[in-house]
């Protein structure tokens, strides 16, 4: 078990992602507003894959409150910026147009705020515009003193039962049927544009998300880095036959993608959680996990929780603290083949049919179990590490958070996804778009009722303006010729150590 030391010097931090929707309830399709300065170089607010999509950045804290009070700042200047407009507190989209017209993420004219671009375009050459509007939080998360193998034993720990998190915590059962126009879903309609599944928890990470078949056949495995690196870099260096027929640049010259390869950079692969490593000014990822190991993991599977103003609450973070450590301290026997495909297939069932009674998984160590019994086992021992992290900080928020989230075994109706459907029913005749938009004013109103001291509106309009300098500066540094630039980016020794 750690000590209190270690124990306080957990390092946490949020990627937060939200449309930008009008009142009405349909996406933004203004661009990026001027007065959030540079989504290429500012430090806490950019874009994802649209430019419809804002993405905001907290820092690096010791405490759970001092990270949600900085998200809490970072969200007041944002609001305070978009006009009429509105965040939009769902993971699954807003009314959605034509997939052509989402508009993709526009960082500037030098070679790396090109690239950013064009990497998005191949994405929506690839997977389709709409899929890439689905948003998420992204929870990273360190511990003093663990190694490489530590942090991976922790991955492979978090594949097995990180289906617990969407049980607990998904809250997207529903969406607007503007999302899935023209495709195959096997949703039940709920009202004239609503589509759902009855026990869903997270419609986001089931098949209808974040799914690729040409990603399925990226066979990763979580063994150690070398595996984990070389499994990934054969992707990356990989030509797909689907994308060699689109290729890099039409006819005409314009660019369809980075490259014709299963993944065009690191980024692109899909996986519920990431080993990471901050990077240096043009370095490859896996370079630098290559050569300075893992520095923290990036949890990559929390819908947004339209009840929570900020996305997520300091009981899901204390939550994720506790299962973290929990995966962290538990035996990691090596993935296998068959084990990997059976994590999928536990995903695919909680996100479709987590509150379906009796539901039953597919356990790594061979045969099924109940979900409630497994979740059970699961969080009896996150409930030893909550209690460490009380003595550690003091007081009881750990296991009060613990006990207050658990509850929801017992209680299905108090999951964030049941709470969804039953007030769409109750207030809003089982409307998605008509209760998220309703949820998205609320939340609007409420952060710009908070104080925002003018020491802090300055602050940010520094840091609009300076990152505003700073993409106007590496514009003006650029030296290379486009396509040079991008053959030297994707290279795969680059990749190397």
Same mark, same amino acid.
């Given at each position: 078990?750690?000590? %209190?030391?270690?124990?306080?010097?957990?390092?946490?931090?949020?990627?937060?992602?939200?449309?930008?929707?009008?009142?009405? @309830?349909?996406?933004?399709?203004?661009?990026?507003?001027?007065?959030?300065?540079?989504?290429?170089?500012?430090?806490?607010?950019?874009?994802?894959? =649209?430019?419809?999509?804002?993405?905001?950045?907290?820092?690096?804290?010791? @405490?759970?409150?001092?990270?949600?009070?900085?998200?809490?700042?970072?969200?007041?200047?944002?609001?305070?910026?978009?006009?009429?407009?509105?965040?939009?507190?769902?993971?699954?989209?807003?009314?959605?147009?034509?997939? /052509?017209?989402?508009?993709?993420? $526009?960082?500037?004219?030098?070679?790396?705020?090109?690239?950013?671009?064009?990497?998005?375009?191949?994405?929506?050459?690839?997977?389709?515009?709409?899929? &890439?509007?689905?948003?998420?939080?992204?929870?990273?998360?360190?511990?003093?003193?663990?190694?490489?193998?530590?942090?991976?034993?922790?991955?492979?720990?978090?594949?097995?039962?990180?289906?617990?998190?969407?049980?607990?915590?998904?809250?997207?059962?529903?969406?607007?049927?503007?999302?899935?126009?023209?495709?195959?879903?096997?949703?039940?309609?709920?009202?004239?544009?609503?589509?759902?599944?009855?026990?869903?928890?997270?419609?986001?990470?089931?098949?209808?998300?974040?799914?690729?078949?040409?990603?399925?056949?990226?066979?990763?495995?979580?063994?150690?880095?070398?595996?984990?690196?070389?499994?990934?870099?054969?992707?990356? =260096?990989?030509?797909?036959?689907?994308?060699?027929?689109?290729?890099?640049?039409?006819?005409?010259? +314009?660019?369809?993608?980075? =490259?014709?390869?299963?993944? &065009?950079?690191?980024?692109?692969?899909?996986?519920?959680?990431?080993? %990471?490593?901050?990077? $240096?000014?043009?370095?490859?990822?896996?370079?630098?996990?290559?050569?300075?190991?893992?520095?923290?993991? /990036?949890?990559?599977?929390?819908?947004?929780?339209?009840?929570?103003?900020?996305?997520? @609450?300091?009981?899901?973070?204390?939550?994720?603290?506790?299962?973290?450590?929990?995966?962290?301290?538990?035996?990691?026997?090596?993935?296998?083949?068959?084990?990997?495909?059976?994590?999928?297939?536990?995903?695919?069932?909680?996100?479709?049919?987590?509150?379906?009674? @009796?539901?039953?998984?597919?356990?790594?160590?061979?045969?099924?179990? =109940?979900?409630?019994?497994?979740?059970?086992?699961?969080?009896?021992?996150?409930?030893?590490?909550?209690?460490?992290?009380?003595?550690?900080?003091?007081?009881?928020?750990?296991?009060?958070?613990? %006990?207050?989230?658990?509850?929801?075994?017992?209680?299905?109706?108090?999951?964030?996804?049941?709470?969804?459907?039953?007030?769409?029913?109750? +207030?809003?005749?089982?409307?998605?778009?008509?209760?998220?938009?309703?949820?998205?004013?609320?939340?609007?109103?409420?952060?710009?009722?908070?104080?925002?001291?003018?020491?802090? &509106?300055? $602050?940010?309009?520094?840091?609009?303006?300076?990152?505003?300098?700073? &993409?106007?500066?590496?514009?003006?540094? +650029?030296?290379?010729?486009?396509?040079?630039?991008?053959?030297?980016?994707?290279?795969?020794?680059?990749?190397?150590?």
């Amino acid at each position: 078990m750690n000590n %209190k030391e270690t124990l306080l010097g957990i390092r946490r931090g949020i990627e937060k992602e939200s449309l930008r929707a009008l009142p009405g @309830g349909g996406l933004a399709l203004t661009p990026h507003p001027v007065a959030l300065g540079s989504a290429l170089t500012h430090p806490h607010i950019t874009t994802d894959f =649209s430019e419809s999509q804002v993405e905001l950045i907290t820092g690096v804290h010791a @405490g759970v409150d001092d990270c949600l009070r900085e998200l809490t700042e970072i969200h007041q200047a944002t609001y305070r910026a978009l006009a009429d407009e509105r965040l939009w507190v769902s993971s699954m989209p807003c009314g959605l147009p034509t997939d /052509e017209t989402i508009p993709l993420g $526009r960082y500037g004219s030098s070679n790396v705020g090109r690239a950013k671009s064009i990497y998005r375009m191949g994405l929506g050459q690839r997977y389709g515009r709409r899929m &890439q509007t689905i948003s998420d939080i992204h929870y990273n998360w360190s511990l003093p003193g663990v190694s490489t193998d530590g942090y991976f034993g922790a991955i492979r720990n978090f594949r097995r039962e990180g289906w617990l998190l969407l049980y607990l915590f998904g809250a997207s059962p529903a969406l607007c049927d503007s999302f899935v126009a023209g495709r195959e879903h096997g949703l039940q309609r709920l009202s004239d544009h609503s589509l759902y599944l009855p026990h869903a928890t997270s419609l986001r990470m089931g098949r209808l998300g974040y799914q690729s078949d040409a990603q399925s056949s990226i066979a990763v495995t979580y063994n150690c880095l070398e595996s984990y690196a070389a499994s990934l870099q054969a992707a990356l =260096s990989q030509p797909y036959p689907a994308y060699e027929a689109i290729g890099v640049q039409t006819p005409g010259g +314009d660019y369809n993608q980075l =490259s014709t390869n299963l993944l &065009q950079i690191e980024n692109e692969f899909y996986s519920t959680i990431r080993a %990471k490593r901050v990077i $240096r000014s043009g370095e490859r990822p896996l370079h630098a996990l290559r050569e300075r190991g893992v520095e923290y993991i /990036e949890v990559r599977l929390m819908d947004l929780d339209p009840f929570e103003p900020l996305g997520i @609450g300091a009981d899901a973070i204390r939550v994720l603290d506790a299962f973290l450590l929990h995966c962290l301290h538990s035996e990691s026997p090596s993935d296998t083949p068959d084990e990997i495909a059976a994590n999928a297939h536990n995903q695919h069932h909680v996100a479709a049919r987590g509150r379906e009674p @009796g539901l039953k998984l597919a356990h790594w160590q061979g045969g099924e179990r =109940s979900l409630q019994d497994w979740a059970g086992e699961i969080l009896a021992g996150c409930a030893t590490h909550a209690e460490a992290l009380d003595a550690a900080h003091g007081g009881n928020a750990y296991r009060s958070a613990l %006990k207050r989230v658990a509850e929801r075994l017992q209680r299905p109706e108090l999951c964030p996804s049941a709470r969804v459907l039953a007030v769409m029913d109750q +207030d809003f005749d089982d409307s998605h778009v008509g209760f998220i938009r309703r949820q998205s004013d609320a939340t609007r109103a409420a952060l710009l009722a908070l104080p925002f001291p003018e020491a802090l &509106q300055q $602050r940010f309009e520094k840091m609009a303006a300076d990152s505003l300098a700073e &993409q106007a500066r590496i514009e003006k540094a +650029d030296t290379l010729d486009f396509e040079e630039f991008r053959r030297f980016y994707v290279a795969p020794e680059r990749m190397a150590v």
